[in-house]
């Protein structure tokens, strides 16, 4: 599939918006398509697709993916499923819907590629120019939590940013919040990032009990205005 530079958008809070799929099911893949309309929701939303249950691979989003809800992602609002070697290249926002001011009373879990994950992310680059929304936003992915009940593990692999990533609380370079059986492996975060107040991370912003950063490097600045907890790798890591 190749996206034709048309613009798709919903205004109804039920819907899953996605730039070729609502839902991508398990044993469902979409590979090597490119996406190039802006996609606007108001729930969940993502470049490609909204919840993606199988497989995402070897995609490009080239426009702007924009969501006045939370789950919000450059390639998939929500993943339980794997996503790889995806690249999104214009901005991510969570935003209010008639105003160009950031969220401030929804608009949680905003990444990169993915917004809220729970499968597998792994070799993708975020070249977008800007990732903002309120809490839980990350460079790759907003929020991340893997099953220690099913010891079912949620991981974000080789994965790079190149985005400015502005929020309100919870930010980090790769990931906003880790948790759970969880890891974060080999990622690289080469963007500055800004937040308002809350936790600050160079690669994560707050890493659970159970979780872990692995082999993760930050090579940029972390501002804040009054962030409760700051680390160059990590804001607060438990």
Do not use: F, P
């Amino acid at each position: 599939l190749v996206g034709d530079n048309v613009t798709i958008a919903v205004l109804d809070e039920e819907q899953m918006l996605g730039g070729m799929a609502g839902i991508n099911l398990k044993g469902g893949i979409i590979h090597s398509s490119v996406q190039s309309g802006t996609v606007t929701g108001t729930a969940q939303t993502g470049g490609i697709a909204a919840v993606n249950e199988g497989v995402i691979k070897n995609c490009e989003v080239t426009e702007v993916v924009e969501s006045s809800g939370a789950c919000v992602g450059g390639i998939a609002g929500i993943n339980n499923g794997t996503v790889k070697a995806c690249s999104m290249t214009q901005n991510v926002a969570a935003k209010t819907e008639n105003t160009n001011i950031y969220v401030y009373t929804s608009g949680n879990c905003v990444g990169g590629i993915v917004g809220y994950n729970r499968g597998t992310v792994s070799e993708c680059i975020n070249s977008t120019q800007t990732i903002s929304g309120q809490y839980y936003v990350g460079g790759i992915v907003g929020y991340q939590i893997g099953s220690v009940l099913s010891k079912a593990s949620a991981t974000i692999e080789r994965t790079e940013n190149k985005a400015h990533v502005q929020v309100y609380g919870y930010a980090g370079g790769i990931v906003g919040a880790v948790l759970g059986q969880s890891s974060v492996t080999g990622c690289i975060n080469s963007a500055e990032i800004e937040l308002t107040q809350g936790y600050l991370g160079g690669v994560a912003g707050y890493v659970g009990t159970g979780a872990s950063l692995l082999r993760c490097t930050n090579n940029e600045n972390v501002k804040n205005a009054q962030a409760k907890y700051l680390g160059g790798i990590a804001g607060k890591n438990a």
